[in-house]
T-cell receptor, first 116, second 107 residues
Framework: GAVVSQHPSWVICKSGTSVKIECRSL??????MFWYRQFPKQSLMLMAT?????????EQGVEKDKFLINHASLTLSTLTVTSAHPEDSSFYIC????????????FGDGTRLSIL | KNEVEQSPQNLTAQEGEFITINCSYS?????LHWLQQHPGGGIVSLFM???GKKKHGRLIATINIQEKHSSLHITASHPRDSAVYIC?????????FGAGTILRVKS
């Protein structure tokens, strides 16, 4: 149980395009979803926390207009990287929790984004 | 000073060896998590601890709340255990991650 599916797992696109990443909880209702970014050989950095039906809470330094997060249902959250540039290339991973806290979190398999 | 420190950063072991990864923290927490990240990037939650000890298969996790310290042990290690092991703290409504321990088990 507690499976989180993240799609796509890998994407390459041209600079200036927008990329949408989906995070789905397959067998539970995800009241809270988290979006993380990970640079090579570094740990996960929380970008934002989203609760179903409300606006996402972004961490300091994360541009909310650049990284649009939608959590419109209890099983789906999306992260859209708008007007992507090479510096946005990274590994993005989501996690989901069935309550409004952090325990436990179930992680997706991540999306490797490369912007040319 | 980071809120959570892991050691060692890198660990190479021979198959069959007993492995210990340590995590020390400096803040009050509601729980501590041990996560496993595979080379492809996917993360699996191994344990969530608030006290004492938990065991799952060859993995054992312990926590000492007074000393603000946790350990992850792997018994009879196997090459398939090779991964990055991450200690994370439940702190407020977020997870705070350690830098991770890169484990390589050689056959």
């Amino acid at each position: 149980g507690a499976v989180v599916s993240q799609h796509p797992s890998w994407v390459i696109c041209k600079s200036g395009t927008s990329v949408k990443i989906e995070c789905r909880s397959l067998d539970f209702q995800a009241t809270t979803m988290f979006w993380y970014r990970q640079f090579p050989k570094q740990s996960l950095m929380l970008m934002a926390t989203s609760n179903e039906g409300s606006k996402a809470t972004y961490e300091q330094g994360v541009e909310k207009d650049k990284f649009l997060i939608n959590h419109a249902s209890l099983t789906l959250s999306t992260l859209t990287v708008t007007s992507a540039h090479p510096e946005d290339s990274s590994f993005y991973i989501c996690s989901a929790s069935s309550d409004r806290g952090v325990q436990p979190q179930h992680f997706g398999d991540g999306t490797r984004l490369s912007i040319l | 000073k980071n809120e959570v420190e892991q050691s060692p950063q890198n660990l190479t072991a021979q198959e069959g060896e007993f492995i210990t990864i340590n995590c020390s923290y400096s803040v009050g927490i509601s729980a501590l998590h041990w996560l496993q990240q595979h080379p492809g990037g996917g993360i699996v939650s191994l344990f969530m601890l608030s006290s004492g000890k938990k065991k799952h298969g060859r993995l054992i996790a312990t926590i000492n709340i007074q000393e603000k310290h946790s350990s992850l042990h792997i018994t009879a290690s196997h090459p398939r255990d090779s991964a990055v092991y991450i200690c994370a703290l439940s702190y407020g409504n977020k997870l705070v991650f350690g830098a991770g321990t890169i484990l390589r088990v050689k056959s």
